[in-house]
């Protein structure tokens, strides 16, 4: 820490901001900086676009402190599920913290438990603190070159594959974020109403029932449900299709709005939703096996599947899992959401998710 605040002292950085530390026992405590409680990757990721004229200083000096010192765990080695949309690592604003101070935008070096500076010869070698930086700040590659330069002219030369860094980040910038907030924006839900949620017209619900029974169908067949719809399936799939179907979608569309209050409780409810990225990220909608309002969704469904044939138990609660699945992808098909992907996240740590 006491190198860090060393190079920016002497290179008179004032928009990179290390807090200051003092030892009480064995603790070692921080002074506090008036940074964003929420690190979710949607609302740092929008509180960014939203700011990229203010934040250009502070990103320049980041990049001159990048190609001075060494400083991990600012890009990649994470668990966030948003890490699976993009080809590169990922920023870390976790530990590079974006914040306004008087219109005047900063960064806070929150962790420099690992830095350390870096020698003369080091400091010529600026291509990997370039990279990093564009993989926190993609819209500033132009000042991030600029600020290289001061140590490593040359940096033009390798400004092809900066570029090329510069449009994987902005590519997950836009699977992350900005497609959701096209979507949301294009259905007119706003800070007013941040659980707005379309009503489904008769003329979708038959859609919707019509792709389902093809799912219904292929399984019967040849799919690992086989002969679920018995010796007489248009009698069966008649059958689902008047008793069954009408209150298993109205239960999954309920089971959004529940998600989508919870979630907005779990943000601070809607006086805390100030701002569209901090909405997107609050229609973000993350759900598992296990989890409450899913177990209980999956048991409904499971009750309502009495007219189709399963050999086992276990076989008519995964199908009620399947018809979920195929319902929420029928939703994103005919935009009622933006997307959904059953499988969000790294690993063990994947979950069920619909951005709506």
């Known amino acids: 820490m006491r190198e860090g605040r060393e190079i920016c002292d002497e290179s008179n950085y004032s928009h990179l901001v290390i807090p200051t530390a003092r030892i009480h026992g064995d603790f070692i405590i921080e002074s506090r900086l008036p940074i964003m409680k929420d690190h979710d990757t949607k609302v740092q990721i929008g509180f960014y676009l939203d700011h990229v004229?203010?934040?250009?200083?502070?990103?320049?000096?980041?990049?001159g402190f990048l190609c001075q010192g060494e400083l991990y765990d600012i890009t990649g080695r994470t668990k966030d599920a948003y890490?699976?949309?993009?080809?590169?690592?990922?920023?870390?604003?976790?530990?590079?913290?974006?914040?306004l101070e008087k219109g005047i935008g900063k960064l806070g070096l929150v962790d420099l438990e690992f830095f350390y500076p870096k020698s003369k010869n080091e400091q010529r070698k600026v291509f990997l603190a370039c990279?990093?930086?564009?993989?926190?700040f993609p819209h500033h590659l132009e000042a991030i070159v600029h600020a290289a330069k001061k140590f490593d002219p040359s940096i033009e030369n390798h400004r092809k594959k900066l570029e090329e860094e510069r449009d994987c980040v902005l590519?997950?910038?836009?699977?992350?974020?900005?497609?959701?907030?096209?979507?949301?924006?294009?259905k007119n839900i706003d800070l007013t109403d941040p659980v707005k949620f379309a009503d489904i017209s008769q003329n979708r619900r038959d859609k919707i029932k019509e792709a389902i029974e093809v799912v219904i169908q292929k399984e019967h067949k040849d799919?690992?449900?086989?002969?679920?719809?018995?010796?007489?399936?248009?009698?069966?799939?008649?059958?689902?299709?008047?008793a069954a179907f009408p209150e298993?979608?109205?239960?999954?569309?309920?089971?959004?709005?529940?998600?989508?209050?919870?979630h907005l409780k779990y943000h601070g409810g809607s006086v805390a939703i100030s701002s569209y990225s901090k909405l997107v990220s609050a229609r973000t909608l993350n759900f598992s096996y296990g989890s409450r309002g899913?177990?209980?969704?999956?048991?409904?469904?499971?009750?309502?599947?009495?007219?189709?044939?399963?050999?086992?138990?276990?076989?008519?609660?995964?199908?009620?899992?399947?018809?979920?699945?195929?319902?929420?992808?029928?939703?994103?098909?005919?935009?009622?959401i933006a997307y959904y992907n059953?499988?969000?996240?790294?690993?063990?740590?994947?979950?069920?998710?619909?951005?709506?």
């Not at 080809?87 to 604003?93: H, M, N, S």
């Not at 990279?131 to 926190?136: F, G, K, N, S, V």
């Open 53 to 63: 004229e203010q934040l250009t200083e502070a990103v320049e000096e980041f990049t």
């Open 83 to 99: 890490s699976t949309l993009s080809k590169v690592p990922i920023g870390r604003y976790d530990n590079v913290a974006m914040y």
């Open 131 to 136: 990279q990093e930086a564009i993989r926190l």
């Open 171 to 186: 590519e997950y910038f836009k699977k992350a974020y900005q497609k959701h907030l096209d979507f949301v924006k294009q």
């Open 223 to 242: 799919g690992w449900f086989e002969n679920c719809l018995g010796e007489t399936p248009d009698v069966t799939m008649k059958l689902f299709n008047e």
């Open 248 to 262: 298993i979608l109205d239960a999954i569309l309920k089971f959004i709005t529940y998600l989508l209050e919870a």
């Open 294 to 336: 899913y177990d209980d969704l999956g048991k409904l469904i499971t009750s309502k599947l009495n007219m189709l044939i399963f050999k086992y138990k276990h076989k008519k609660i995964q199908f009620a899992s399947e018809i979920i699945d195929a319902i929420l992808k029928e939703l994103e098909n005919g935009k009622e």
């Open 342 to 356: 059953p499988s969000f996240g790294v690993g063990g740590y994947a979950t069920h998710c619909i951005f709506c």
